[in-house]
């Protein structure tokens, strides 16, 4: 079910989702000098909606399960952003990657705002049936503040296109006409894109190699560690292996395998999905998620969940360069022990961009009821990407920061100017 891959026990967020978001935008606002009203306008939520419902189990029992979806500003448009299954889910982490998407939305210039949403729940331990009620309910008490041109969800951790079916399906039969607008990653049978589902592995990859390009690094041959073999780590280590780098370490929810020489990941994936587990695929040997973030390597991936490199381990990390696949898997404190290193960090609202955008893209063929094909796809994203890309490198360069404070600088004014020149209503 999972989009993208938990760590393992051995590594887990030592900072609160929400402080790294908070401290984040903090950092960029102070070099806007905004309104103090400006300001804490943007640090917060505009909207919070907590759930608690009943679902029918298969063995006749009821259980009650909490849901949340939080709006953090639409000042560019209506908000967009994931649902996560996940017995992690929180507030805390919920505010923070809505807010976390309205800067991503806004880099990249996509006319949407950010939102967040999940169940607190593990979709591992639930049958097809007991997934599809809780889905089905869940969507029906979010469906007073999610719409087309409100809120929009999308599949993330534990939920996958048919959930996202399942809540098109519920949303439609309660208008009583479909509306597959609703949400984006559905199937393509029912209006889903082609591409979307590779679509934010593809934007790490392409995001890697330009951050190879702009440090002056070789792509082909470039040694990778991937964390995560989800859709975003699973993807991107499949691409990356394509392009011609070599992969030489890759985790699961259990740990992860390294060979310095590299392995094919596709038939690393092949073996996981054959035996359950990465652990003992041929030519490999096993380590932990943190061991396998401190691995030798060029190009580390972070692509399983938030706060992955802290400042416990920050001093540790090998890589020469990090692009980010999760949502804020490196913390603040990390950040600046990576930068005084000299480790270029190219971050989660730049790197993993790509599923948004070609979200945006599926949202957008949805209302004109014309489609494209995968190469218009892929071709549109990467020249997004690339656009993003170089604005954010030239943008930090003449403000003389890192790619992420430069970057977020670059979301935040676009999000307050739009604000000040819509005006404060009434």
């Not at 990576?338 to 190219?346: A, F, H, I, P, Q």
């Amino acid at each position: 079910m999972q989009t993208r891959s938990p760590a393992d026990s051995s590594v887990r967020p030592q900072d609160d989702p929400w402080d790294m978001a908070l401290r984040q935008f903090a950092h960029a606002a102070d070099r806007l000098s905004l309104k103090r009203g400006i300001r804490e306008y943007l640090a917060r939520p505009h909207r919070e909606f907590t759930v608690r419902f009943p679902v029918s189990m298969d063995d006749g029992s009821v259980q009650m399960f909490t849901g949340y979806r939080t709006l953090h500003n639409g000042v560019l448009g209506p908000a967009k952003g994931g649902l996560r299954y996940s017995p992690q889910v929180r507030v805390s982490e919920v505010r923070a990657l809505a807010m976390w998407m309205t800067w991503k939305c806004a880099l990249n210039h996509l006319p949407y705002g950010g939102a967040k949403g999940g169940v607190t729940c593990d979709p591992q331990t639930l049958s097809a049936g007991e997934l599809e009620r809780l889905t089905r309910r869940y969507a029906t008490e979010i469906s007073v503040v999610i719409g087309p041109h409100q809120d929009i969800p999308a599949p993330d951790v534990g939920t996958n296109a048919q959930v996202m079916a399942w809540f098109m399906d519920t949303y439609s039969m309660h208008r009583g006409y479909s509306i597959p607008t609703v949400v984006t990653g559905k199937p393509v049978v029912i209006g889903g894109s082609a591409g979307r589902l590779e679509a934010t592995g593809r934007g790490v990859m392409i995001a890697a190699r330009e951050a190879a390009r702009f440090r002056g690094l070789p792509f082909a041959g470039a040694r990778v560690v991937v964390q995560g073999s989800g859709n975003v780590g699973g993807v991107a280590a499949h691409l990356l292996h394509a392009a011609g780098c070599t992969v030489v370490g890759l985790s699961d929810v259990r740990g992860g395998i390294h060979a310095p020489d590299g392995f094919d990941p596709d038939a690393a994936l092949r073996y996981a999905r054959d035996t359950g587990s990465l652990a003992g695929f041929p030519g490999t040997d096993w380590v932990s998620n943190s061991e396998l973030l401190e691995l030798p390597c060029d190009v580390l991936v972070p692509a399983a969940i938030e706060g992955q490199i802290t400042s416990s381990n920050a001093d540790r990390i090998q890589a020469q360069m990090i692009v980010e696949g999760a949502n804020g898997p490196t913390t603040p404190d990390a950040d600046d022990i990576l930068e005084r290193r000299g480790v270029l960090v190219v971050p989660d609202i730049l790197a993993n961009a790509g599923g948004v955008i070609v979200s945006y893209f599926e949202w957008v063929q949805d209302l004109q009821s014309y489609f494209w094909s995968e190469d218009e796809i892929n071709a549109n994203l990467e020249r997004l990407m690339v656009r993003s890309f170089d604005a954010v490198t030239h943008f930090a360069a003449e403000q003389d920061v890192s790619l992420r404070t430069g970057a977020l600088i670059f979301a935040v004014k676009r999000v307050a100017d739009a604000l000040m020149i819509r005006g404060i209503y009434p």
